[in-house]
């Protein structure tokens, strides 16, 4: 009985130093990462938040000064602490600044060497390359907040949503793909309005956008629209059979092979007796639902 207590006892304060540990471990990190076999280093920053007990997501910084300009890759890390050692795998670039695109990819992985004592935590180790062996950079960091920067929420947001157009943009169907789109983004609600007919013209057009700017329209779960480009050429669709005392559903998703375009988008809806004018923003950022609702007879 009394070895029993000590077991319980034992793996208790094991669960608890561990939460400490993870908890001790939140914050805002600097140091520096030197290439192996090279003079070269960069300024590095680790943005660590906690997600659950032993699992920490992050935004992990590289940061040079070329030419007299600042160059710099933002990644989203995402990783577990076990046995002392933090290992955090890659899971996006979330920003590349005067850097050529895919410069940023020269890691998969960082895996660290965790030192919590009563000084600030320091975390040692390497930038693991893609191969999962060689490792290419010798890093140190060290805690300077237990806070972290008031932006680091948004730009794990943004990670995450980079990946998510990655699936999107790599679906193996289309049917997948406008599945995603629906589950994968936030659709905002633009707009309601009832009209008196049971019929009515739905023009769309995107000046201002590129012609790789693909937009599709789903007309309640009814595929109308795919893919087209609206910079090229207006779009026009009819709506028939609306009931009396029904609700249309008009979704509108974007396609683009860049992850940051957010083009203006002109939908006019016309019907018997009446119209209404809308622009707004139709992107790989958010879907956009207008709600007809037709008038009771």
């Given at each position: 009985?009394?070895?029993?207590?000590?077991?319980?006892?034992?793996?208790?304060?094991?669960?608890?130093?561990?939460?400490?540990?993870?908890?001790?471990?939140?914050?805002?990190?600097?140091?520096?990462?030197?290439?192996?076999?090279?003079?070269?280093?960069?300024?590095?920053?680790?943005?660590?938040?906690?997600?659950?007990?032993?699992?920490?997501?992050?935004?992990?910084?590289?940061r040079?000064?070329?030419?007299?300009?600042?160059?710099?890759?933002?990644?989203?890390?995402?990783?577990?602490?076990?046995?002392?050692?933090?290992?955090?795998?890659?899971?996006?670039?979330?920003k590349?600044?005067?850097?050529?695109s895919?410069?940023?990819?020269?890691?998969?992985?960082?895996?660290?060497?965790?030192?919590?004592?009563?000084?600030?935590?320091?975390?040692?180790?390497?930038l693991?390359?893609?191969?999962?062996?060689d490792?290419?950079?010798?890093?140190?960091?060290?805690?300077?907040?237990r806070?972290?920067?008031?932006?680091?929420?948004?730009?794990?947001?943004?990670?995450?949503?980079i990946?998510?157009?990655?699936?999107?943009?790599?679906a193996?169907?289309?049917?997948?793909?406008?599945?995603?789109?629906?589950?994968?983004?936030?659709?905002?609600?633009?707009d309601?309005?009832?009209?008196?007919?049971?019929?009515?013209?739905?023009?769309?057009?995107?000046?201002?956008?590129?012609?790789?700017?693909?937009?599709?329209?789903?007309?309640?779960?009814?595929?109308?629209?795919?893919?087209?480009?609206?910079?090229?050429?207006g779009?026009?669709?009819?709506?028939?059979?609306?009931?009396?005392?029904?609700?249309?559903?008009?979704?509108?998703?974007?396609?683009?092979?860049?992850?940051?375009?957010?083009?203006?988008?002109?939908?006019?809806?016309?019907?018997?007796?009446?119209?209404?004018?809308?622009?707004?923003?139709?992107?790989?950022?958010?879907n956009?639902?207008?709600?007809?609702?037709?008038?009771?007879?």
């Open positions: 009985m009394r070895f029993l207590s000590f077991l319980v006892l034992f793996l208790f304060t094991i669960a608890s130093l561990s939460a400490q540990q993870t908890n001790a471990l939140r914050g805002f990190y600097t140091g520096e990462a030197k290439i192996i076999g090279q003079r070269t280093q960069f300024g590095v920053q680790l943005d660590l938040v906690e997600e659950e007990e032993t699992t920490f997501a992050g935004i992990f910084r590289l040079a000064i070329e030419n007299n300009q600042v160059t710099g890759c933002d990644y989203l890390v995402s990783g577990i602490l076990e046995d002392g050692k933090l290992n955090l795998n890659l899971l996006s670039v979330v590349e600044t005067n850097v050529p895919g410069g940023c990819n020269i890691f998969s992985s960082i895996k660290l060497a965790v030192e919590v004592k009563e000084a600030a935590p320091k975390l040692k180790g390497n693991i390359a893609y191969s999962g062996r490792n290419i950079a010798k890093v140190e960091l060290e805690r300077i907040d806070e972290n920067s008031f932006t680091v929420e948004e730009e794990i947001r943004e990670g995450k949503r990946i998510a157009e990655t699936y999107i943009a790599n193996p169907d289309d049917s997948v793909r406008i599945a995603m789109m629906l589950s994968y983004r936030p659709t905002e609600l633009v309601s309005v009832e009209i008196s007919s049971g019929e009515a013209i739905l023009e769309i057009e995107a000046p201002d956008a590129d012609l790789y700017h693909k937009l599709t329209l789903l007309v309640n779960d009814n595929v109308v629209i795919f893919n087209k480009a609206p910079k090229q050429q779009i026009r669709v009819r709506l028939v059979d609306l009931p009396p005392g029904g609700r249309t559903e008009l979704f509108f998703l974007c396609y683009h092979y860049l992850l940051t375009v957010n083009y203006p988008v002109q939908v006019v809806l016309i019907w018997d007796g009446g119209s209404k004018r809308w622009e707004f923003p139709v992107s790989v950022f958010q956009k639902r207008l709600l007809i609702k037709r008038a009771e007879e």
